[in-house]
Nanobody, 120 residues
Framework: QVQLVESGGVLVQSGGSLRLSCAAS????????MGWYRQAPGKQRELVAG???????NYADSVKGRFTISRDNAKNTVYLQMNSLKPEDTAVYYC??????????????WGQGTQVTVSS
């Protein structure tokens, strides 16, 4: 059993900064690719940023230069530093992770989501 728990979502003013965290716990042997997605009301869930186990990153064009994804492999935790926030960044942010468990099974897990609201 593996769980992902996000934290850090709050109400913030436009231009502000916020850091989201997502910690994986449970029967983990290793965490592989980890990422952040977001879903705004009435819209599909979209990729925000991803990071491989060796630190290779990719970003959605809409957040390049403003958001930074990072991870702490020892803690099985992924972070999303969000700067210069805009009202259009308002969404529920979800983390996901490809995890290899103690029985060598590789599966994709999702967190429960954390609300980020950017006021104008």
């Amino acid at each position: 059993q593996v769980q992902l728990v996000e934290s850090g979502g709050v109400l913030v003013q436009s231009g502000g900064s916020l850091r989201l965290s997502c910690a994986a716990s449970g029967s983990i042997f290793s965490s592989n690719t980890m990422g952040w997605y977001r879903q705004a009301p009435g819209k599909q869930r979209e990729l925000v940023a991803g990071i491989t186990s060796v630190g290779i990153t990719n970003y959605a064009d809409s957040v390049k230069g403003r958001f930074t994804i990072s991870r702490d492999n020892a803690k099985n935790t992924v972070y999303l530093q969000m700067n210069s926030l805009k009202p259009e960044d308002t969404a529920v942010y979800y983390c996901n992770a490809v995890v290899t468990d103690l029985w060598a099974r590789k599966s994709l897990y999702w967190g429960q989501g954390t609300q980020v609201t950017v006021s104008s």
